[in-house]
């Protein structure tokens, strides 16, 4: 790899992790890597979640998702990097997806009953890695992750809020009064 013609901040850690790379990637893809480390904001940081990340996971399709993701967010790095399936499922990123297909995808990635928080956790945090990787790629403008990201905060909040509102019913019947706010960052539901 010729990554090392990058200035380094840590030169000796980058030397280790570009050796260990080049032995574990095929040729071909530790020349990718290099190119587009290079075109990167930050090669190093993108250098060592890579080396991190499992080598039989690596492919040239995925490829551009890792750099994209290990060289712009350290917190959807190190989840990519425990749960590196994520990357297999991201897909539709040619498209912006919309409150009611967040909605169903949530939905269907739930068990029945009230959502865990780590649930709702879960399910945000591998759709914000599917809208960083659009966007850092170029594959929406500003207003489509934008919109985005306000439908994935409005999915979310609109199914906790069914699913609670649907566990007290039952437990205690309908209530008598009617009014409540969740808010999320910048969306609230209102009822």
């Known amino acids: 790899m010729k990554v ?5 901040t840590e030169r000796a850690r980058a030397e280790r992790e570009a050796a260990e790379l080049s032995h574990r990637l095929a040729r071909e ?9 290079a075109a990167s904001p930050a090669p190093e940081q993108g250098l060592h979640y890579l080396v991190r990340f499992p080598p039989h996971l690596i492919s040239a ?3 551009r998702y890792l750099v994209a993701v290990f060289t712009h967010s ?6 990519v990097i425990e749960h590196p399936e994520w990357i297999a499922e991201l897909r539709d990123l040619n498209r912006v997806l919309g409150f009611e297909e967040l909605r169903a995808r949530l939905e269907s990635s739930l068990s029945l009953g009230l959502p865990s928080a780590i ?3 879960m399910f945000r945090r591998r759709q914000l890695l599917r809208i960083v990787v659009r966007d850092v790629l170029g594959f929406s403008s500003l207003p489509e992750i934008t919109a985005e990201l306000s ?13 609670i509102h649907q566990d007290l019913v039952s437990r205690f019947g309908a209530p008598s009064a009617q009014f409540s706010v969740i808010a999320l960052g910048n969306s609230a539901v209102w009822s």
């Open 61 to 63: 399709q995925n490829l």
């Open 119 to 121: 649930d709702l956790a």
């Open 29 to 37: 893809l530790a020349d990718r890597v290099d190119l587009l480390l």
């Open 74 to 79: 350290h917190f959807l790095s190190e989840d």
């Open 4 to 8: 090392l013609q990058h200035q380094f």
């Open 151 to 163: 439908a994935l905060a409005d999915a979310i909040l609109e199914t906790a809020y069914d699913r």
